[in-house]
């Protein structure tokens, strides 16, 4: 049987100690002031007046219904069989129409690539057998990757023997696979997923295609896609160049 | 990795604006080879190839085993070492970082001389020859011309004990290390004194095991050590019960089943209360002390007054709080360990509050046993062979290379030769003190004094006197008062720019190093191995200090020709070899239950004390007039209007030394200074808020305020470790507010070491 990957996030053996953070930047050679992951701290005071702290590792989510992958205009934003989320970066044009898209804001364009950047669940490593870098070196053994297919795996077997919940609320359900664990506390809204407003270069796409309002959700999508497929008309030429040159890598 | 040309760049930003700026076009512009692509099967990235080279970390001073991958001559990633058991393959964020000390743009990257002021920071680089050339010329004209008592040495780090050995074989007793005196010295000053052991650099807890964990301001998540913290995360996991006793609500705090919010300094009170219920309520090992314990009668009788009710108003913590963990405690007993903290330097009696913790561990009988203390194993690899050092009662410990208080703890002067000027072991002044670290708070101020003789040269091999809690005033008029001052280091701080000459370090990823050996459940030898070539013209310590001892004519003590050779020569000693090390980077033995848990197995603990047997009183304290020490002692309280001034770390950072690190330094751009609401609205202040922030002598300055009730109302926080002011730290300089500059410099009456957690301060609104 294919695999399905999952993420399971122990939080209460999660110490905000940014060990997986900076494991990712020196694994994928990230720019400085982006991630693929991160650590949220959420402090808040319970009905005894006494301080609680939450934490929760967080990245891509892998999601069955991954919107990132529909609105991508190139079809470099893919699904793996066994459910990873990953870029093409060969077709990527860099437009960003799938930065908005993720309700978990696990997307970014790379400025050194021009690409889009996201946790691939070190695909790369895993296909050679090897942990992510982010389950390797956590301090509190808090990220459990495996299959969950594989009802022997590590993964499955906690899956059945402790209460996970995933981040999921009535507006954004959209099959995530990271799973956290918190011993039966309400997840904060603060680390729930948001729909976007959808905004490029921190204008609202919107108003800048549709600033009557008038043209309508299908017209919208034309628009949208037009923009890819410019950028892709563009990009396959470059690819095409490369080829000619043997730069292809 | 994706590469792509700058121009590339440029041309696709510029076309992304054009396309929103036109009207769209429509899909059959989509040309038919680019169609075919889309459904083509997609492009996967493969890893790319690298090599493995052991080491082990020099980012913090536990000393995680490592695996360094290098790609193209460059290490890129730092894994660590499965096999290793002090991080069993797991290394932080400050681990993970090191990539960025080797790749660090501030650098120091080849040998200067300054040519400024002290501490204005103008250099002039210099080829090495030069630099050890002058360096070996002036260390001899302070020789020749003040004796090599005159010479002090301080390093803090690995790559220290080659500087160590250089100093003891040029003649000076004036070595010195952080770890003593500014750190954990009271602590196992308390362990050897009661148990006649410690729990080592590396805390010998059997922690996944232990069923109640009384925190006594171990914040074991956040000063954060992989093996102890993951062991102690085990323990939890494994359904310990955590009481956890600090000021401040951190994250250990927030893992824990209770926050006691104990007054700042008054952990002594808690502890001698919780001592004075297990032994009235009869909840201590009766079996085992009456057979290992002496004193029972004697500390019955001085803990008769230390009731849970007299503590309370001390404290803050309910006296029926007391009197449950207690019981709660005894319940679990001997799975059971107040945790002390690794740095008790806070008040002047220091030794009191460690006594107290070891005094309990010892009552509920945890030592040798599953979830308590355990015996560690140990990894024998002899020293090379050298000439005696001239100075007869500096030797370093062939057992575990540093940090063990059992070789000497009262070094004496049977020889007759000059004391450490810092007074440690030194009869008279502070005998209780390790004569192998030093007290290094003291050791600065008889440099500012010139007291008790002349100390002209200083040698220092990393570290920074000025973040390090000692008062500015004294570091800087030590540092002035210099005729030669040479610094070793990676990276440039505050303390080495006052240097004559600087001597760039390679980093820990480009060099050999002497052997880590230590003793945890196993014993353990571990490599640490050149993971590239050096980046810059630095050298290693070792290579630095056999330049210097040539020129110096004590080469006698450096006679191997490079480190590599070093460590198979001691390696041989002991019956391996260096080629068998870098096979996984370790050795080791394994662990052995009846050495490591003896009463489990029906043997007997050791506690080579005088007695032979735990001392509840200790004799050597009767001996010294300082048996004492076991009683409570009033605290500094904050008048009207000031609060309790107390720092401590972060997960991502350590001490002083890594807020320059460009892969830290994003997850906390600058340090806050934490404030309870109550005393935030009395002062009008809001959360953002910048404060001056001043204690009694007037030093302070502005830091933003951070609103939490995660502290206690009369009582103030800040991470250690901020306020640079070297501009050659580019990116840490002018970030924050140093606690260094806040905290006190008192001393610790009975050890000498410092005393950080007594300063007072008052707030108001920039």
């Known amino acids: ?249 | 990795m994706h590469e792509s040309k700058p121009s590339d760049i440029t041309s696709r930003r510029g076309f992304l604006k054009g396309v929103l700026g036109t009207t769209a076009l429509s899909a059959s512009g989509l040309a038919a080879n680019a169609q075919a692509r889309i459904k083509a099967p997609h492009e996967l990235e493969t890893l790319k190839d690298y090599e493995e080279h052991w080491g082990f970390c020099d980012m913090c001073y536990w000393r995680c085993g490592l695996k360094v991958r290098s790609r193209d001559g460059k290490a890129f990633k730092i894994d660590g070492n499965p096999e290793h058991p002090l991080n069993r393959g797991v290394v932080c964020a400050k681990g993970n970082s090191g990539i960025q000390v080797a790749f660090a743009p501030n650098r120091l990257k080849q040998p200067q001389e300054r040519v400024g002021a002290r501490g204005d920071n103008k250099w002039r680089p210099m080829p090495w020859d030069e630099a050890l050339d002058k360096v070996a010329h002036e260390l001899n004209k302070v020789k020749e011309k003040y004796g090599p008592q005159a010479l002090v040495m301080i390093g803090h780090g690995t790559w220290e004990k080659p500087y160590h050995r250089l100093a003891h074989a040029y003649g000076t007793p004036n070595t010195t290390s952080p770890v003593f005196g500014l750190c954990c010295g009271p602590r196992g000053v308390a362990n050897m004194l009661v148990a006649g052991r410690e729990l080592g650099g590396n805390e010998t807890l059997d922690l996944e095991n232990c069923k109640y964990f009384l925190m006594m301001g171990r914040n074991v998540t956040e000063s954060l050590h992989n093996g102890e913290t993951l062991g102690w995360i085990d323990g939890v996991a494994n359904g310990a019960k955590v009481t956890y006793v600090d000021p401040r609500f951190t994250i250990t705090a927030s893992k824990s089943d209770e926050w006691l919010a104990i007054r700042p300094l008054t952990d002594h009170a808690f502890l001698l209360a919780m001592i004075h219920v297990v032994i009235k309520e009869g909840l201590y090992d009766k079996a085992f002390v009456s057979e290992y314990v002496s004193g029972l009668d004697d500390l019955t009788a001085r803990v008769e007054k230390y009731t849970p009710e007299w503590q309370a108003p001390i404290t803050g913590i309910p006296a029926e709080s007391v009197r449950r963990i207690a019981r709660e405690m005894s319940e679990r007993a001997p799975s059971v360990l107040v945790y002390s903290p690794r740095r008790l330097t806070r008040s002047a009696n220091d030794l009191g509050t460690g006594m107290s913790i070891a005094i309990l561990n010892s009552l509920f009988g945890v030592w040798d046993r599953s979830g308590g203390i355990y015996n560690p194993q140990n990894f024998k690899i002899p020293e090379i062979s050298l000439p005696e050092f001239p100075h007869a009662h500096v030797a370093r410990s062939e057992a575990s290379g540093d940090f063990d208080f059992s070789q000497s703890p009262f070094a004496s002067d049977a020889e007759g030769k000059i004391h450490r000027a810092d007074g440690a072991g030194v009869p008279g002044r502070w005998p209780l003190a390790n004569a192998q670290y030093g007290l290094t708070n003291e050791m600065w101020r008889a440099m500012a004094e010139q007291d008790p003789y002349p100390l002209k040269a200083l040698l220092t091999a990393g570290g920074n006197g000025f973040s390090n809690s000692s008062d500015y005033d004294t570091i800087r008029k030590a540092l002035l008062n210099m005729d030669f001052y040479v610094a070793a280091d990676v990276m440039p701080n505050e303390m080495n720019s006052y240097a004559d000459i600087l001597l760039p370090e390679a980093s820990y990823l480009e060099r050999y190093d002497d052997l880590q050996t230590g003793g945890m459940l196993e014993g353990f030898v571990a490599l640490r191995e050149p993971a590239m070539q050096p980046l810059h013209d630095t050298k290693g310590s070792w290579d630095i200090c056999k330049d210097l001892s040539k020129r110096m004519g004590l080469e006698a003590w450096f006679p191997h020709d490079s480190v590599a050779d070093m460590l198979d020569d001691r390696l041989k000693k002991a019956g391996l070899s260096l080629a068998e090390l870098k096979q996984k980077g370790i050795i080791k033995t394994a662990a052995d239950p009846k050495l490591n848990f003896p009463r489990e197995h029906g043997l007997k603990s050791i506690f080579p004390t005088p007695s032979g047997k735990i001392e509840l009183i200790p004799s050597q304290l009767k001996t010294l007039g300082m048996e004492n020490a076991i009683e409570w002692e009033e605290q500094p309280r904050p008048k009207d209007g000031e609060f309790h001034f107390t720092f401590g770390r972060i997960g991502f950072h350590t001490h002083a030394r890594t807020q320059d690190n460009i892969w830290l330094s994003g997850f906390m751009p600058e340090n806050l200074l934490w404030l309870h609401p109550e005393a935030a609205t009395k002062l009008g202040i809001v959360n953002g808020d910048m404060v001056m922030v001043h204690d009694r002598k007037g030093r302070g300055g502005k830091i933003k305020v951070k609103v939490t009730n995660r502290i206690r109302p009369d009582t103030v926080f800040t991470v250690h470790g901020f306020g640079h002011w070297d501009k050659r730290m580019t990116t840490a300089a002018g970030k924050g507010l140093s606690d260094s500059l806040l905290a006190s410099d008192t001393r610790e009456k009975h050890i000498g070491s410092i005393s950080m957690g007594t300063s007072m301060v008052t707030i108001s609104k920039a």
């Open chain 1, 1 to 249: 049987m294919v695999a399905k990957y999952v993420m399971l996030a122990d939080t209460t053996r999660c110490i905000n100690c940014k060990a997986c953070e900076v494991a990712c930047r020196a694994e994928w050679d990230t720019p400085l002031g982006y991630s693929r992951d991160w650590v949220k701290e959420v402090e808040s005071v319970n009905a005894k007046g006494m301080p609680e702290l939450q934490i929760f590792p967080g990245r891509c989510q892998h999601c069955d219904d991954a919107p990132c992958v529909e609105v991508c205009p190139t079809g470099a934003s893919w699904k793996r069989e066994d459910g990873i989320v990953l870029v093409d970066h060969d077709i990527c044009s860099g437009c960003e129409l799938c930065v908005p898209a993720c309700p978990y804001d696990a997307r970014w364009l790379n400025p050194v690539t021009n690409t889009i950047s996201k946790c691939t669940f070190c695909q790369p490593r895993i296909d050679k057998g090897l942990q992510p870098a982010c389950v390797e070196t956590c301090v509190g053994n808090a990220l459990i990757f495996g299959d969950a297919n594989d009802p022997n795996s590590e993964v499955s077997i906690l899956l059945k023997t402790k209460e996970w919940q995933r981040l999921i609320t009535d507006e954004v359900n959209i099959g995530p696979n990271h799973y956290y664990y918190t011993a039966g506390k309400t997840i904060p809204v603060e680390v729930m997923p948001k729909l976007h407003e959808r905004h490029l270069a921190g204008k609202s796409i919107e108003s800048i295609v549709n600033p009557l309002g008038t043209i309508g959700i299908g017209g919208m999508m034309a628009v949208f896609l037009g923009a890819g497929v410019k950028k892709l008309v563009d990009r396959r030429k470059e690819v095409s160049e490369k080829e000619d040159n043997h730069e292809h890598h």
